[in-house]
């Protein structure tokens, strides 16, 4: 079982509407979390951190739940520029990033 | 800055082979990684660094030697390439504490072993 999962997708998304997602992850001792977004061919690049607390950065909203070990991200009004694949990240015991195998978001006009 | 880059970006191998991917960045940081990229597998890592003269394997280190002679280049050596390796590889660093901050990754290399 790998230790960070996500639901592959696609999540066909019309424009303007929102979409959310989860990643689970199964070390309860990780410590830092993340979202990347990849685009297709390309290199992943930060999106955002996810802290305790819940954090939003303009569109898009990330939320931690440790009691049942997952985050979750969501974009609301969802622009044509929001498709990518989204890789969830986590520290392991050691402090090393673990990458889930990413969720793909297609928005259509 | 040109941050973190990666050469070359494809490359096409015969099965026992050897080859080094180069990676390196401008950015002083400390923590460089790299990581392989397979379809539903996603980013695993394969060796990282701490600092210059340091490294340690990740999750997927067999086949593959690093070293970490200078804070800027963090080259991969593939020392018998097999078809299992054929994958696309980032490097990525990071500053100060290591995974818990930004990774910046590199392009990505393009590897394909016949």
């Known amino acids: 079982r790998k230790e960070v999962e996500q639901d592959p997708g696609p ?60 985050i979750s991200l969501l974009i609301r009004d969802s622009k044509l520029s929001d498709s990518a694949t989204y890789l969830c990240g986590t520290t392991d015991s050691w402090g090393k990033l673990q990458f889930g195998a990413g969720t793909q978001v297609v928005v259509t006009p | 800055n040109a941050g973190v880059t990666q050469t070359p970006k494809f490359q096409v191998l015969k099965t026992g082979q050897s080859m080094t991917l180069q990676c390196a960045q401008d950015m002083n940081h400390e923590y460089m990684s790299w990581y392989r990229q397979d379809p539903g597998m996603g980013l695993r890592l394969i060796h990282y660094s701490v600092g210059a003269g340091i490294t340690d394997q990740g ?35 990071s500053h100060p504490s ?10 990505g290399t393009r590897l394909l072993v016949l």
Request: hydrophobic share 30%; net charge negative.
């Open chain 2, 98 to 107: 290591g995974f818990e901050e930004t990774q910046y990754f590199g392009p």
């Open chain 1, 11 to 70: 999540f066909n998304v019309p424009e303007g509407a929102t979409v959310a997602f989860n990643c689970t992850y199964s070390n309860s001792a990780s410590q830092s979390f993340f979202w990347y977004r990849q685009d297709c061919r390309k290199e992943p690049k930060l999106l955002m951190s996810v802290y305790s607390s819940g954090n939003e950065d303009g569109r898009f909203t990330a939320q931690l739940n440790r009691a049942s070990q997952y």
């Open chain 2, 59 to 93: 999750e997927v280190p067999n086949g593959y030697n690093v070293s970490r002679s200078t804070t800027e280049d963090f080259p991969l050596r593939l020392l018998s390439a097999a078809p299992s390796q054929t994958s696309v590889y980032f490097c990525a660093s």
